[in-house]
Every structure is written in C-alpha cells, then in structure tokens.
C-alpha cells in the first residue's frame, strides 16, 4: 500500500503538500528490498525520485494517517481487500482517494464492508507499469463522480492516460482485449496452423481505421473467422504443449530489452504524433 | 496480375533474370493511374526503381508469357479466380510460382480446374502492404514443398518475413487474431463500457511472455473473461452506431500520417532489436 506521490512530477494544486511516499508491505527486509529495485525502473529523466524520503510504515494505521492516495497492490483475494479497506477508512483523512490497482476484483466487492463506499475505485495500470500510458480507472456505482474527477485530473498531470471504464465489466477493457487476441492464438496453435514463434512474427494490427468501408468490403470474411472461432478454456489439454512452445521460444523475458524497446516505441509514437498535430 | 521483379531488390541465383515487371489490370488509363500513384507507395530508399520500365500487357496470356512469378491481386471471386488460373496455366513457364494474394479464398479452391495444383499458393500481404514484413504464405495440400520453399526464399532475401500458415485456416492468421480482437473491441463499444475513441487509446499488449507463469496467476482472470466473452456479428444493430462513433473518431484516415508513423515505428524496432542480439 503506497501513496504514489512521486516527487519528479508537479504537485497538483488542490493536493498542495504531495510530495511523500510512505510503503506498507508484509514482506521482509523491506527497506532492503526496494532500494535494490526500486532505481531500477526509472530513467534519468525521472532519477530525481530519492529513495531516502521514502517511508517505511509498520502496520496500516500508521501507513495511512494523514496521507492523500492509498493506492492498494495487495493480494488478488476479495476478503484481504474487504477487510483491508474497513480498517483503512477507519484511519485515513475523509478525503484520501482510496485506489485498488487489482485486474480482477471490482471495487463494488471490495468496499461491501465499507460505511462510505463513494471513495474507492479501481485504477488499473497495464504491464510494465512504469512505463505504459494507459489505467484503467474502473468505479463502482457508489464511487462519486468527485472522485473520479479527482483521480483522472492527477494522472492527466503527470503524463499518463487514465480511461474511465463505465462498467465493472469482468476484466475491465485492454486485458478482455488481449485475452480475445490470447484465446484466438492459442486455437491457432493448438490446430497446428503456426507455432509459437512463428505467431510472434505476426505483429497483427489493431485500429479500427475506415471502420464502416472495411465491413463493407470484407465483413464476409470478418464473420467467416468468427463464426469459425476456436474455442479454448484454462486448464484444458492444450497448456502443457503450448507452454513448452512458449519457454523454447522465449527463454527467461529480458524485461531490460522489453522495457528499453517499449521506451523508444513510444517516444518515436509521441514525437511523429506531435509533427502531424503541429 | 504483376511480376513482383523490383529491381531495387538483389536478384535471387536461382531466378537470374528477374528484373521486369509486367502489369494487365483492366482499369481503364492504366499506364497514368500507375505512373501517378505507385511513386508514393516508395521511399528514397527503394526510389531506383523505374516506373518508365514497367511493361503494361493487354491480355492475360500475354501478360504471362516468359515469367518467373505471377502475383494475382484481382477481385475476391472463387470464379473469377478459378478461370484465371485455368488461362494462366496454358500460357505462363511451367516453373513459374503462382501467387494470389486473396484474403480469403484458400488456394485450394482457386485450383479446383488446373491440371497442375502444385504451383499455386497464397501470398497474403499485411496492410500497408508496401512496409509491413509480415507474409502469410498459405498453400494448399498440393502445393509442392519446392514451390513454397521458392517462394519463402523469394521474400526472406528481401527483407520480408514469410509466415508458412500450414493449414487453409478461414481467414489465415494475422486476420483471425485482428478479428478476434475487432470483436471483443465492439461488444465493449456496444454494452456502453468504452467508446471507440477511448478504445484507441488503449494500446493493448502482445506477446505471450512467461507464458506458463501467466496463466499460473491469473487464469482464473482470463477464464473469466472467456466466459464472459461478447457475441457480435456483422450485419446486427450494433453497424450502426459504431461506424457512426468511428467516423467521428478519425475521420478520414491520413494515409501520409499512418505510413510515415508505421515506418518509424518498424525501424526503431529493428534498431532496438539489433542492439540486443549484438
């Protein structure tokens, strides 16, 4: 559990004195720990972060009092969160932004033990997190639109592009995205049409652009491969071989190369954005 | 109906004199229609080539006369491609490689009145064809293992990467992924949990890395998301409303924009991808 108030960026106005970092994590040597790994994932750009103001909270009470963002990254189990945010409204200031960064869990689930449900929401980050743009913010019915404002308006500042989901919809957005494209790559290993590395080959474009004229010249085919769609579960027959595919393939992911490749993918996507804008 | 011979390419040793290219297309003014816009679809790089050499034939069978490669692009109609072949079989080398670069009719069915099935294969580009490497080589079960390895050859020198799709799969591969994404992406649009231009700025994640470990802690999450998959079909209410948000989205696409952008996106790929492997 951290306040992300990372002291690289600007502190928004109406949050006038964000500029600490307190952590609340069971594990142990936790100082230790993220001096190790922290610098890891900052660029120079972003080096100004110091780690020696970081504060190490031992128990959640103490974690939260005073602070303005409780961002939750605990275990993906309802009854942890559940009893994690009854304790911590009982500690925080009325108006902390409580944040969930869960992939699974709606915050309607998670705040049902809560007496004020309207501050709790889901802000889902997507993989490296340090690096992609995109969060999913993912409120309950009960969440204020206050809230939401709030949160959009903090992210929006720093850089990053927070969509509001309208729905607590299982998986929320990009992830039900990947796991259509996952589920159809699987059915196409599993019949023998391509391998593993062979997939990985295949860059498949997304952007649905000239939507309308595109159905009309091949919606046939376009309903052809859905009609024809395979259909593949967890746990069935097909993991053990796919799987083993997957590790000759790629070995160990070099999260190194993955995340300088993801850098300069997106810098050279903002600078030719930027000269067709200009 | 082309010979693809770019003679910016490096010729292949086993195809010594592949430095012309011939065109039949039955567009009217074809010689100006081709003069004026295949210039753009070239970058400096790949400017030698001279349009003033392009022969233009006036019938199939001269068009098919003495060639080493026969590229069929004409209208996605069994028919029409069934007749086409059955000409360009009485008239073309009997070494030649027959390619249709179909997005949808299978090789199999396009040979259904030659006497030799084993020359032809799909050659299915990936859009924009003129800079996306991606090939989907489609043969049919009588496609001779020499013809595909030609044609693999063919592309692999120049810098393409042939995909060999081993089954006449409906839609191929790169499509059926597309599509499968297409899908997911507008039963979200049409249940109000996104829009199309929130959807956009949703650049969801590929590659099945750590594979095993993934589906160890969250299969549940995708299982999920499986069940709870939408279901959409081309030609429902949804048409509507989605082309509608589409166009307001976008617009007209900006060709320019999406070429220029799309190539700097591939060569910093191939930059960063090099560094590593050095």
Chains 1, 2 share one sequence.
């Not at 796991?179 to 019949?191: D, N, P, Q, S």
């Not at 080959?201 to 997304?206: L, P, Q, T």
Request: charged fraction near 20%; include cysteine.
């Amino acid at each position: 559990m951290t306040t992300p108030t990372y002291k690289y960026m600007h502190p928004l106005s109406h949050l006038p004195h964000l500029s600490h970092l307190t952590i609340f994590d069971t594990r142990p040597n936790l100082s230790q720990y993220v001096q190790e790994n922290l610098p890891k994932f900052f660029t120079h750009q972003t080096s100004s972060i110091s780690i020696a103001d970081i504060r190490f909270a031992a128990t959640i009470e103490n974690a939260v009092e005073g602070v303005h963002i409780i961002q939750e990254s605990g275990p993906e189990n309802l009854s942890f969160k559940q009893t994690l945010w009854t304790k911590v409204e009982q500690h925080a200031p009325v108006d902390a932004l409580l944040w969930s960064s869960t992939s699974g869990i709606p915050a309607s689930q998670q705040a049902a033990g809560m007496q004020d449900k309207t501050r709790l929401l889901v802000v889902h980050p997507y993989n490296p997190p340090h690096i992609m743009p995109l969060l999913e913010l993912v409120p309950s019915r009960d969440t204020s639109d206050e809230v939401i404002k709030r949160t959009q308006a903090f992210w929006t500042a720093r850089g990053r592009v927070p969509i509001h989901i309208k729905q607590e919809t299982t998986g929320f957005v990009a992830n039900r995205l990947a796991f259509a494209l996952l589920r159809e790559a699987i059915h196409l290993v599993k019949e023998g049409v391509v391998s593993v590395s062979e997939l990985d080959e295949i860059h498949a474009g997304g952007g649905p652009a000239g939507l309308e004229g595109f159905f009309k010249n091949i919606g046939g085919t376009v309903q052809d491969c859905w009609n024809d769609a395979g259909r593949v579960n967890v746990g069935d027959e097909w993991e053990e071989g796919v799987f083993q595919q997957a590790k000759q393939a790629y070995g160990v992911v070099d999260i190194e190369e993955r995340d300088r490749i993801t850098r300069r993918l997106l810098e050279v996507l903002a600078e030719e954005k930027s000269k067709t804008s200009s």
